[in-house]
């Protein structure tokens, strides 16, 4: 199996993701005759969109992609913020160390906060292309990634409007 040449981040930003749908819905039509109102079953039907399986699937890769990442840039923060509990038990237990209970919540909180965020950044810095396994940090990957979101989101408004 010879590997895929690799896009360029030009190329990847506007290239179409495999589990992205293939079809843009269609605006319903506003009226069937000039003036008269489309009917509602006029408008669902024109909305109705056949997709398949593999249309809206991720990629297994990528999603194994994403589980490593999330796993390290989550896991990380997560156990060290069990460890600072740990690690000032002990220090109170056996080195009869008191740490302010203060300045050990606020650290614990800090790690576990940066966990949550790490689920977030483990996710959007995978390479969602199934040919291409991205940086180690993936940041050029999340920054790709943010703006394909903040451009659906804003084709999603734009269809509201």
Request: proline share 7%.
């Amino acid at each position: 199996m010879s590997p895929e040449p690799e896009r360029n981040n030009e190329s990847s930003k506007n290239d179409s993701l495999p589990f992205e749908p293939k079809k843009k819905r269609q605006n319903p039509p506003k009226s069937t005759k000039k003036g008269v109102p489309a009917s509602k079953k006029t408008v669902q039907q024109s909305q109705k969109r056949t997709l398949t399986k593999e249309d809206t699937e991720i990629p297994k890769v990528v999603s194994q992609r994403m589980i490593r990442r999330v796993a390290v840039f989550c896991g990380v923060p997560t156990t060290l913020g069990i460890s600072t509990l740990v690690a000032s038990y002990l220090l109170l237990i056996y080195a009869s160390v008191e740490l302010p209970p203060l300045a050990v919540l606020l650290v614990n909180l800090g790690f576990f906060g940066l966990g949550v965020l790490g689920i977030t950044y483990g996710v959007l810095s995978a390479s969602w292309d199934e040919h291409r396994a991205g940086s180690l940090l993936g940041f050029s990957e999340f920054s790709t990634n943010i703006g394909r979101m903040v451009q659906g989101w804003r084709e999603s408004r734009q269809n509201k409007a």
